[in-house]
C-alpha cells in the first residue's frame, strides 16, 4: 500500500528530526519533506497528503499557512503544533480549523493518535490543548468579545489605542498623533464606549494586556 506523504515545518532542526523519525516508524505515513518556515510548505504543498506545522515560524508562520492552504488546497490536511500561549494567536489558529491540533509538549505520545485520526477523516484536538482551552475558556470568551468590538474602531482610535497600549500618556499620544490633549480625551471616551470598557485606568490595562493583538490590527491599517 502507498504511503501518505507527510511534510514537517518547524524552524528547529532537532522538532523536524525528531518527527521525521517518529513518524516514519508509523505504518502508512512518510514524512518525504521537511522545511523550516511556512513559504517552504506552501511551496511544496502539492507533493504532500499532510502537512505537519508550526504555529510559530519565519517568514510564513502557521496561522498564515494554513489560511492559504484552506483557500486553495482544501483537500490537504493539516496539523498544527504549538508552544504558543497567546489567546487572540489561538484563536485565529482555531477559526480556521485545522485537521489535528497539538502543544508540542506531550505531541510524540499522541501525533500517531492525531494522523490515524486524520486518515479516517476525523478532526483531533490533543489532550493538552483541549486542557488548555477549557482551563482558559473564560478569557477565550472576553478575548473573542474583545477582537469582535476592535472591528468597530476606525483607523484613527486604532492608532490611539494602540499608543494607549505603550502605556503612554494622553498628552503624549497628544504630541506624537499632532492633536490636542482634549481631542484625544475624546477619541478615549468614544474607544471606551465601542469596546464596552468603563473608566480610564480599565481601558489602559486592557490595552496593556492585549498589545500584541492591537499591534497586529495597527499594523494592518498602515
Same mark, same amino acid.
Given at each position: 500500500?502507498?504511503?501518505?506523504?507527510?511534510?514537517?515545518?518547524?524552524?528547529?532542526?532537532?522538532?523536524?528530526?525528531?518527527?521525521?523519525?517518529?513518524?516514519?516508524?508509523?505504518?502508512?505515513?512518510?514524512?518525504?519533506?521537511?522545511?523550516?518556515?511556512?513559504?517552504?510548505?506552501?511551496?511544496?504543498?502539492?507533493?504532500?497528503?499532510?502537512?505537519?506545522?508550526?504555529?510559530?515560524?519565519?517568514?510564513?508562520?502557521?496561522?498564515?499557512?494554513?489560511?492559504?492552504?484552506?483557500?486553495?488546497?482544501?483537500?490537504?490536511?493539516?496539523?498544527?503544533?504549538?508552544?504558543?500561549?497567546?489567546?487572540?494567536?489561538?484563536?485565529?489558529?482555531?477559526?480556521?480549523?485545522?485537521?489535528?491540533?497539538?502543544?508540542?509538549?506531550?505531541?510524540?505520545?499522541?501525533?500517531?493518535?492525531?494522523? @490515524?485520526?486524520?486518515?479516517?477523516?476525523?478532526?483531533?484536538?490533543?489532550?493538552?490543548?483541549?486542557?488548555?482551552?477549557?482551563?482558559?475558556?473564560?478569557?477565550?470568551?472576553?478575548?473573542?468579545?474583545?477582537?469582535?468590538?476592535?472591528? +468597530?474602531?476606525?483607523?484613527?482610535?486604532?492608532?490611539?489605542?494602540?499608543?494607549?497600549? +505603550?502605556?503612554?500618556?494622553?498628552?503624549?499620544?497628544?504630541?506624537?498623533?499632532?492633536?490636542?490633549?482634549?481631542?484625544?480625551?475624546?477619541?478615549?471616551?468614544?474607544?471606551?464606549?465601542?469596546?464596552?470598557?468603563?473608566?480610564?485606568? @480599565?481601558?489602559?490595562?486592557?490595552?496593556?494586556? @492585549?498589545?500584541?493583538?492591537?499591534?497586529?490590527?495597527? @499594523?494592518?491599517?498602515?
Amino acid at each position: 500500500m502507498e504511503k501518505l506523504k507527510v511534510l514537517v515545518a518547524d524552524d528547529h532542526y532537532i522538532v523536524r528530526l525528531g518527527l521525521k523519525i517518529l513518524i516514519n516508524s508509523f505504518e502508512g505515513f512518510e514524512v518525504t519533506l521537511d522545511v523550516e518556515n511556512g513559504q517552504e510548505a506552501l511551496d511544496n504543498i502539492e507533493a504532500v497528503d499532510y502537512l505537519i506545522l508550526d504555529l510559530e515560524m519565519p517568514v510564513v508562520n502557521g496561522v498564515e499557512a494554513l489560511k492559504r492552504l484552506k483557500q486553495n488546497y482544501s483537500e490537504k490536511k493539516v496539523v498544527l503544533l504549538t508552544n504558543c500561549m497567546d489567546i487572540p494567536t489561538l484563536i485565529k489558529a482555531k477559526k480556521l480549523k485545522p485537521n489535528g491540533f497539538l502543544f508540542k509538549d506531550g505531541m510524540h505520545e499522541e501525533i500517531k493518535i492525531c494522523l @490515524n485520526e486524520l486518515k479516517k477523516g476525523n478532526y483531533y484536538t490533543g489532550r493538552n490543548c483541549k486542557a488548555f482551552f477549557e482551563r482558559h475558556k473564560e478569557e477565550f470568551i472576553d478575548v473573542e468579545n474583545l477582537i469582535r468590538n476592535l472591528s +468597530e474602531l476606525t483607523k484613527t482610535e486604532i492608532k490611539i489605542l494602540y499608543k494607549i497600549s +505603550e502605556n503612554l500618556s494622553t498628552s503624549e499620544i497628544a504630541e506624537a498623533l499632532f492633536n490636542s490633549p482634549k481631542t484625544i480625551d475624546n477619541h478615549r471616551t468614544n474607544i471606551a464606549k465601542k469596546l464596552d470598557v468603563s473608566g480610564y485606568n @480599565n481601558l489602559q490595562a486592557i490595552a496593556i494586556k @492585549n498589545k500584541l493583538l492591537i499591534e497586529s490590527l495597527y @499594523n494592518s491599517t498602515e
